[in-house]
């Protein structure tokens, strides 16, 4: 049977120190005028969503009644641990928005009452429709407003795959990599043949691209019909990419988990010459790779297309300014605003109208060699249109930490081989209680 959500929060929030996410920097000072009419409202975020000071000023300069205090996790993680743990506590210090990545909303779509229901006639109709439909739970309840989306192109080191002697100018290593008909195969093909002229490993993380490749799986751990889990045990399509990833890993992962200090270190040490590259993940490139000249984006990716990440705002049910945080959540994810986002931190956009504007089709990103970065993941955002609806039930999360973990074993701490590691993955999932 499915373990209920409340038990592993619980679980969480026994665990996990009750610690608050370090603060931005607030756009505005609070109303000074003493008749009690001000408003401060909380935003929590992770990584980047490119939500400026400037960009939250406009906000503040329209409505001068309100001021905005963002709080900005360093990563997903810290900021999923906030999270539910204060769920779990019933909702006493959640932030008036809280930011939801995707991988998390099928969880916290079982949890209708913690948030508030978003719809309003001024949002109908903004987003892609299969990006709508992830932000709602079960019973329709619209509790998400979508931010962006993480169509996926190939980051690279163009310097070091030139100094390889192999193509490496965008159009010709988009070929070199398979093309408009590039598959996995050809991908880790490809990467057989840089090592073997270069000191350099070819990916940065095993997990991330065994991430990837999942996320092309139409329903990877559950049955979409029932919502269950399936037997882990006899899930070839995941075990055989499991099998596969470490295979290549031995001699073309740089054995890094992302996010962490070695990943950040490698950045400037020629530690690796490709990743997987969701829209969003050129800001934190270029963030730990300053001064490294040589980096481009090749419109190209294995299987066709695929979308990593993509998150959405919530206004939680506790807050005690809930209308006017479902009025600044709605403005943050307008077109206007995301296109802004995107030009300054890559988070695609995933409203309709944003991702026809020509402002965002004419962007370039000066870091990655002046890539027309609009243009580019416009063309992976169209490849994955029939990527994009991959089923995410309540155990999502779970179960791929799960098998995450197992690759870890294998690729990073080097302590068990894939088959011993996969028979604890296969434990694990056991202990769950499914």
Not at 95 to 120: G, H, R, T, V, Y
Not at 203 to 208: H, P, R, V, W
Not at 375 to 384: E, G, H, N, Q
Not at 393 to 417: E, W
Request: proline share 5%; aromatic share 10%; charged share 20%.
């Amino acid at each position: 049977m499915r373990l209920p959500i409340h038990r592993k929060w619980a679980a969480i929030a026994s665990l996990a120190s009750l610690t608050l996410l370090a603060s931005g920097c607030s756009s505005s000072t609070p109303p000074s005028d003493g008749d009690g009419s001000g408003v401060t409202l909380t935003v929590a975020t992770f990584n980047n969503f490119g939500y400026t000071d400037e960009l939250l000023k406009e906000y503040t300069d329209a409505n001068p009644n309100v001021s905005i205090k963002h709080q900005q996790a360093a990563t997903a993680p810290d900021a999923r641990t906030n999270l539910t743990t204060r769920l779990a506590a019933g909702g006493e210090g959640l932030a008036d928005i809280e930011a939801i990545e995707i991988d998390w909303m099928p969880e916290l779509s079982q949890l209708p009452n913690a948030f508030m229901d978003l719809s309003s006639a001024d949002v109908e109709g903004r987003w892609l429709p299969w990006k709508e439909a992830q932000g709602r739970t079960t019973d329709g309840t619209l509790i998400g407003y979508g931010t962006d989306i993480g169509p996926q192109a190939v980051c690279y080191r163009e310097d070091l795959v030139k100094a390889a002697g192999l193509p490496s100018d965008p159009a010709a290593f988009a070929e070199f990599l398979g093309g408009e008909k590039a598959t996995w195969d050809d991908y880790f093909e490809a990467g057989h043949e840089f090592v073997a002229k270069s000191d350099t490993a070819w990916f940065d993380s095993a997990n991330a691209t065994f991430h990837s490749m999942v996320g092309q799986v139409e329903a990877a751990y559950e049955d979409p019909a029932s919502g269950e889990p399936t037997k882990l045990a006899d899930n070839k399509t995941v075990k055989d990419m499991f099998t596969q990833v470490l295979k290549e890993s031995t001699d073309l992962s740089a054995g890094l988990t992302q996010w962490e200090s070695d990943w950040d270190s490698a950045f400037q040490n020629n530690g690796f010459a490709t990743m997987l590259c969701p829209a969003w993940m050129t800001g934190p490139i270029e963030e730990r790779a300053g001064g490294v000249e040589g980096w481009n984006i090749a419109d190209v990716y294995p299987g066709g297309g695929g979308n990593w990440g993509g998150s959405f705002l919530t206004v939680p049910a506790s807050g005690k300014n809930t209308e006017e945080a479902r009025k600044l959540a709605a403005w943050l994810t307008a077109p206007e605003q995301q296109v802004k986002a995107f030009e300054t931190a890559g988070a695609f956009p995933s409203q309709i109208e944003a991702q026809s504007s020509q402002v965002l089709l004419d962007s370039t990103n000066d870091f990655f060699n002046e890539a027309p970065t609009g243009k580019i993941f416009s063309s992976r955002a169209v490849a994955l249109n029939d990527a994009a609806p991959v089923f995410r039930g309540a155990n999502y999360f779970t179960i791929h930490s799960a098998v995450q973990d197992g690759i870890t074993r294998v690729d990073v701490d080097k302590s068990q081989d894939a088959e011993a590691s996969w028979k604890g993955v296969l434990t694990e999932f056991s202990e769950l209680g499914f």
